[in-house]
């Protein structure tokens, strides 16, 4: 999970390092592209076949227009703010997936402390949009602030993706399905805009030939198929706590590759966002380690009634 978290932490990064060779939303497209044809290969080895009858197609066609979309609001964030930003509001996802789930699902009620959760990371929110310097120009922090609210959109994309493949038959389908859905759908749209904006040229750099290598083979093929693989092994709950540390990576590789800049309200706000999410989504978790302790502490310590006698 570390290892996950440094790979999509990079990503917004890499994105953004490499934009003046490539654009970000020709890279998210054949990044998708070529991943999805490697998860079709995968499908082949392993004999899986996409069945069209069972009506996944639609519920498929739904998340790949949300995955598509939550990468277009990426590709645009990252032209008017730092990947620092676009990592912690596009990682607010869990708080937009526990509010669909809500409202979709009876079993996935959010409890008390989930509602302060949400309140804290919504607060942490507010506080970040004003992380940019007083001392900006008017224009800059304009642009900076449109580019916070594309980066946000990405992460309500990225949660409403995750409530239909949860509400719908694709929560029981091969993973490779739905990633394979989701694959083709980035690229298709990915590369409408690309070609909209007239961002299709490339500048065949060293550095925009390794993005490109460590985008379609690193982030969207293997990170992804190693993140369903630890879905299958360990405890959700967890993993989704681990999964914090994706925007303290953001962050902390955006100001040591790019120089980018930390404003203390940003990053007071990306605290609160963390914080919030945490209350969230590992709610189980917590309530779980609660759960042992008091059988713990009742185990070693006998009843009082029990001690009188």
């Given at each position: 999970?570390?290892?996950?978290?440094?790979?999509?932490?990079?990503?917004?990064?890499?994105?953004?390092?490499?934009?003046?060779?490539?654009?970000?939303?020709?890279?998210?497209?054949?990044?998708?592209?070529?991943?999805?044809?490697?998860?079709?290969?995968?499908?082949?080895?392993?004999?899986?076949?996409?069945?069209?009858?069972?009506?996944?197609?639609?519920?498929?066609?739904?998340?790949?227009?949300?995955?598509?979309?939550?990468?277009?609001?990426?590709?645009?964030?990252?032209?008017?703010?730092?990947?620092?930003?676009?990592?912690?509001?596009?990682?607010?996802?869990?708080?937009?997936?526990?509010?669909?789930?809500?409202?979709?699902?009876?079993?996935?009620?959010?409890?008390?402390?989930?509602?302060?959760?949400?309140?804290?990371?919504?607060?942490?929110?507010?506080?970040?949009f004003l992380g940019h310097g007083l001392s900006d120009s008017f224009a800059h922090m304009g642009q900076a602030l449109r580019g916070d609210a594309l980066a946000l959109a990405a992460g309500a994309s990225f949660g409403a993706t995750n409530v239909v493949i949860?509400?719908?038959?694709?929560?029981?389908?091969?993973?490779?399905?739905?990633?394979?859905?989701?694959?083709?759908?980035?690229?298709?749209?990915?590369?409408?805009?690309?070609?909209?904006?007239?961002?299709?040229?490339?500048?065949?750099?060293?550095?925009?030939?390794?993005?490109?290598?460590?985008?379609?083979?690193?982030?969207?093929?293997?990170?992804?198929?190693?993140?369903?693989?630890?879905?299958?092994?360990?405890?959700?709950?967890?993993?989704?706590?681990?999964?914090?540390?994706?925007?303290?990576?953001?962050?902390?590789?955006?100001?040591?590759?790019?120089?980018?800049?930390?404003?203390?309200?940003?990053?007071?706000?990306?605290?609160?966002?963390?914080?919030?999410?945490?209350?969230?989504?590992?709610?189980?978790?917590?309530?779980?380690?609660?759960?042992?302790?008091?059988?713990?502490?009742?185990?070693?310590?006998?009843?009082?009634?029990?001690?009188?006698?």
């Amino acid at each position: 999970m570390v290892v996950l978290c440094t790979v999509w932490g990079m990503q917004q990064v890499a994105l953004k390092a490499t934009a003046g060779d490539i654009s970000p939303a020709l890279q998210i497209s054949v990044r998708s592209g070529i991943a999805a044809v490697l998860v079709a290969l995968v499908m082949v080895a392993r004999k899986e076949k996409i069945s069209l009858a069972s009506g996944l197609w639609r519920p498929g066609l739904a998340v790949g227009i949300l995955f598509a979309s939550e990468y277009v609001f990426v590709s645009q964030a990252l032209h008017y703010t730092s990947a620092a930003h676009t990592s912690v509001f596009l990682y607010t996802a869990p708080v937009f997936a526990a509010l669909g789930l809500h409202w979709k699902l009876a079993d996935e009620r959010l409890a008390p402390l989930q509602w302060i959760g949400i309140a804290i990371a919504f607060a942490g929110i507010v506080t970040a949009f004003l992380g940019h310097g007083l001392s900006d120009s008017f224009a800059h922090m304009g642009q900076a602030l449109r580019g916070d609210a594309l980066a946000l959109a990405a992460g309500a994309s990225f949660g409403a993706t995750n409530v239909v493949i949860r509400c719908t038959g694709l929560a029981r389908a091969p993973a490779t399905e739905t990633l394979l859905y989701q694959l083709v759908g980035a690229f298709v749209l990915l590369l409408a805009v690309a070609a909209t904006g007239g961002e299709l040229s490339l500048n065949p750099t060293p550095a925009a030939w390794a993005g490109l290598v460590f985008q379609t083979l690193v982030v969207s093929f293997a990170s992804f198929l190693v993140w369903f693989w630890l879905l299958r092994h360990y405890l959700a709950s967890r993993l989704g706590v681990l999964s914090f540390m994706t925007p303290i990576f953001g962050v902390a590789l955006g100001a040591w590759l790019l120089n980018e800049p930390i404003e203390p309200t940003f990053l007071a706000g990306a605290l609160l966002v963390l914080g919030g999410i945490a209350l969230v989504s590992g709610y189980e978790w917590l309530r779980d380690a609660a759960v042992r302790r008091h059988q713990s502490s009742n185990a070693y310590g006998p009843p009082r009634s029990k001690a009188r006698r």
